[in-house]
DNA sequence: ATGAAAGCGCTAACAA
DNA sequence: TTGTTAGCGCTTTCAT
């Protein structure tokens, strides 16, 4: 068996209360500093955690819930936010649920059985019913990319529908009106955010929105695939296509590859996220970026704020914008 | 505060034994049942496994150190394991230790004292001392993607020689002579033995090795964009590349785009990993792949047989192998 | 089938 | 500064 604090102080000759103190960075003479340390040391002593967190009802771990794990805007703000936390004494336990309400529900579940001290969702289920048990126990609960009106929590969010319109902007500027739009379900927020900025900039240029150059994919590579291949197969007009997430793009661009359709001679694109795809690319791809960094660094630390006791304020919505990373995957008509 | 089981037994009258029994599958009479689930309902209870995890010596938790979270290998792998593992009731915490390790032994130090059931690691350190409390715990280690013959663990590996045996030998076989080997750092024991085959398939088909075309980059995109920037400016004779993970495949990809050097007419080509980039490219890559998907599950099944009793059987070495996805990015010379 | 009671390893009063 | 003790919420004998 593990070595525990009773052991330490058997070995030492001093009381568990001393020991305790020690460990938490109390004062201890001199003299008994090096005898505690050296039991330690013999012994292989680790605190235990989970007796501690019983104890004090707080056990520095947050859960982390997204909907995707192989999705790098997921794991470019799981790093950045995971970096921050441990810097203070937090650990995450990172659920993905598989864009699957049911799972998700699951997932906040098991959490909240391991008792994390606050909860960070990219949510599937828009009503934030599966995030009651966090509100009721006034956990604090963080949530990236959509609004959950419903719930008492803090949100991080990027402008979608302005993301969105920048990618058609630079399209329509360079002539083109029939633009096909891959994009995620309509349930989702982001995707129906995205959607309506890709609208909006139509309308705003008079060319008239056809719905048929709208595929709705789920947001993966193999879903994008087979949308594209639909959409270009019926709709041979269309002289440009915006991805709306990394995956999607990178559907498109399989299909583009496979079909030998050149870029942007034959087709313009513009995708979404990972700069270092786009440049692999040739000729370079124009791509809407997010900022994973700074996403990742709001969240973290309005959950740091929230935890150690900024209960009360209210909640906090923060926007941040996309960028355009120009390439070469446009032509002007 | 949260209801505890104590709360359920006062509320139905039972004594806390049962409402345990209950909540471990014990017999209970149907009246008692029906009383016990509705003050569950009704007071919003959950377990807590905090609680549950001191008594019993058994979090349910699985700890997972990796070198690096933003990689679609360990990505893929992770995913896959979880998938397993949370079907079995087990959770786990990923840490990812930057390819660090001074990181890695506080992830694992970490893990340890959060009391996690078993670790599963991607090692960075290769002397394995990190893992020596999780040894004398008797807790279980699986090892990923190398062995560390100082402790006691399985290990589920890629025979990387044979990787790159197999990416040479399509080069070689395609006439080329000149080829550059774009590698991680030498203490790395995937790197080293790619590096090994690279080298052995040369000298089996009677080339000499020139250890100026081995670039040593440091498994990164970053790494590899400067590295092979180098390599292409110091040795023109290059005819051809073979990046020996993703991301190096990424940077030289990245390098090759920028540069406008045509593939495969200008350089040929052999990537790793990522099937789904290598058909986005145009011309499709030629590439290597791992077995992620056998990985995971070996790890996962693996882990689960030492939980759940086998405990003293011998360690396992289970050694799998990669696949070549055929591009079009190698030229007949 | 059910309940009383001990105890997992720790922290936090409180007393000394 | 140090020690004694109660108790966090649960499981687990051992009775009943």
Redesign the pocket.
């Known amino acids: 068996?593990?070595a525990?604090?009773?052991d330490i102080?058997n070995r030492t000759?001093?009381?568990?209360?001393?020991i305790?103190?020690y460990?938490?960075g109390?004062?201890?003479?001199e003299?008994?500093r090096e005898k505690i340390e050296l039991a330690i040391e013999e012994l292989h002593?680790e605190?235990?955690e989970v007796?501690?967190g019983?104890?004090?009802?707080r056990t520095h771990t947050i859960g982390v819930v997204i909907p995707e794990l192989n999705n790098i805007f997921c794991t470019e703000i799981i790093t950045g936010m995971e970096d921050i936390l441990r810097k203070k004494g937090y650990a995450t336990i990172v659920c993905d649920c598989r864009t699957d309400k049911k799972l998700e529900r699951e997932a906040v579940d098991f959490l909240y059985r391991k008792r994390v001290d606050g909860i960070i969702n990219m949510p599937v289920d828009s009503t934030g019913a599966h995030l009651e048990k966090f509100e009721k126990a006034n956990k604090p609960i963080v949530i990236i990319d959509r609004k959950l009106p419903q719930i008492y929590c803090d949100s991080v969010l990027v402008d979608n529908r302005d993301a969105a319109g920048k990618a058609m902007e630079i399209l329509i500027k360079n002539g083109h009106k029939k633009i096909g739009l891959i994009t995620g379900p309509e349930d989702i927020y982001t995707a129906k955010e995205r959607s309506l900025g890709y609208e909006a900039a139509l309308s705003k240029a008079g060319i008239p929105v056809d719905p048929n150059l709208v595929v709705h994919c789920d947001y993966t590579i193999r879903g994008a695939v087979a949308g594209v291949e639909k959409l270009l197969d019926e709709h041979p007009e269309v002289t440009a296509l915006f991805a709306a997430n990394y995956e999607m793009t990178m559907g498109a661009m399989i299909v583009l590859s496979e079909r030998g359709i050149s870029i942007p001679q034959k087709m313009s694109v513009i995708g979404f996220d990972n700069q270092e795809f786009a440049r692999a690319l040739h000729p370079k791809l124009t791509i809407i970026t997010q900022p994973t960094e700074a996403i990742a660094s709001q969240v973290a630390q309005i959950m740091l704020e929230r935890l150690e006791g900024d209960k009360q304020s209210l909640p906090r919505e923060i926007y941040l914008k996309t960028e355009v990373m120009t390439g070469k995957s446009v032509k002007h008509m």
Chains 1, 2 share one sequence.
């Open positions: 068996m593990a525990t604090i009773k102080a000759g001093l009381g568990v209360a001393t305790s103190s460990l938490n109390g004062n201890v003479r003299k008994n002593f605190v235990n007796a501690r019983l104890k004090t009802n």
